[in-house]
């Protein structure tokens, strides 16, 4: 059987980027879309890969691109700008949703912005491709979300509104690790969650962070009328903090709807075949770029 020719879009990204590797790592003929030609992708110089111009909030751009690579199995994000993703040469995708996304895309309701724009997508790409050749990612929250908070982090005192939100901090390279696998051999599954190690309080994490970088960090709790405000003097932004208070409004318990998370995990060993990278192992590892 013939590698399969497959197109990552969003490459620069650490997600993309993984993806790409893990794809030519198993035999995968890679092409990288990218918005920026010129953006160095350090982790991917070492690989045989065709670059080409692409953004997927330019349809136009997106075709050519396929055209261009002869690719006919593609990695996509999603773009909140648009949802005309076009088929092209393109007979399977791998789309990296949100596992706010619960159950069926159809019923996910209007309220909830970030889960119905990953929905939308999902039913789009389902009608054009079938549940059989189309594979939705569902990942919960990744723990580079954590860069978010940093300024914050460094001054040692963090605010939000809901300190004992829980999470479960999945590294954005073992999404690409799973991505780029189902890339270069495909899947059984339509649908697969992946989540982080564990579920722990978001105060946590940031203890965790700031006992790799020697600092002792609080969470202070605010109230949710006056959040924005002590939240964008500490240097979170502006959209950050908003997605912060909505999710801190929507669960005011404090639990993030984490349906099927007991398969979470196993899908990363299946997939990457390995254990999935803690907490403190991804902070550890990028604790230089809390300090940027």
Known sequence: MSPR??????????VGAMTALTA??????????VRNLAKP????????AQKVQADLSKPGTVKAAVQQTGATVA??????????????????????SSCSVEGDPRDVPESNFIANIHAKIEITLEEIFGIHSFVTLRPGFFTSNLLWFKTAILKGDVPVPLPEAVFDYIA??????????????????????L??????PIQEAFQ???????????????ALDQ???????????????GITILNATEHPSGEFPYGGVSEGVPNIRKFTQREPVTLEQWVEANKDKFAA
């Open 227 to 241: 959040a924005a405000e002590k939240m964008l003097a500490s240097g979170i932004p502006e959209d950050i903090t």
């Open 195 to 200: 989540f982080g190690a564990a579920l722990r």
């Open 5 to 14: 020719n497959v197109i990552i879009f969003g490459a620069t990204g650490a």
């Open 24 to 33: 030519h790592q198993q035999g995968a003929k890679v092409s990288l879309a």
């Open 172 to 193: 954005p390279e073992d999404i690409g690790r799973v991505s780029g696998s189902i890339l270069a051999h495909g899947s059984d599954q339509h649908i697969v969650r």
């Open 41 to 48: 992708i350090p982790t991917l110089e070492g690989i045989s």
């Open 208 to 222: 965790v962070v700031g006992q790799a970088l020697g600092i002792n960090v609080k969470t202070t709790k605010v």
């Open 75 to 96: 990695y996509l994000y999603a773009v909140f700008e648009t949802q005309d993703y076009m088929r092209g040469g393109i007979e399977s995708v791998v789309f990296l």
